[in-house]
């Protein structure tokens, strides 16, 4: 599986920007979704996730109730709407792929991941 994540961009703080993530291969539609961002000179952190199971979402503190991950199945694609962005949401924003049942049990574990995405860089002025 390929995955292909886009959207990234400069926006200030408060704004919104929407990151997708696109798989393709070999049965792109089985797997799971998460989202993961690295910060300069920090270490890589679970954002969001979404099980292909039952469409379950999973999210970190830090972003509960400002973002929101969904997908379209039949695009074969995950989206992760960001709103009331902070400075400290920069980062470099990261899609993986993942058996739906190893997310349901540990989305946030970098480990449940089996296929990743390049990075797309999220920077948020003050």
């Known amino acids: 599986v390929q995955l292909q994540a886009f959207g990234g961009g400069l926006v200030q703080s408060g704004g919104s920007l929407r990151l997708s993530c696109t798989a393709s291969g070999r049965t792109p539609g089985y797997y799971g979704i998460g989202w993961f961002r690295q910060a300069p000179g920090k270490e890589r952190e679970w954002v969001s996730s979404?099980?292909?199971?039952?469409?379950?979402?999973y999210y970190a503190d830090s972003v509960k109730g400002r973002f929101t991950i969904s997908r379209d199945a039949a695009k074969y694609t995950a989206y992760l709407q960001m709103n009331s962005l902070k400075p400290e949401d920069t980062a470099v924003y990261f899609c993986a792929a993942g058996d739906p049942m190893g997310i349901v049990i540990a989305a946030a574990n970098s480990q449940a991941y089996d296929y990743w995405g390049q990075g797309t860089l999220v920077t948020v002025s003050s």
């Open positions: 979404i099980s292909s199971s039952d469409g379950s979402t």
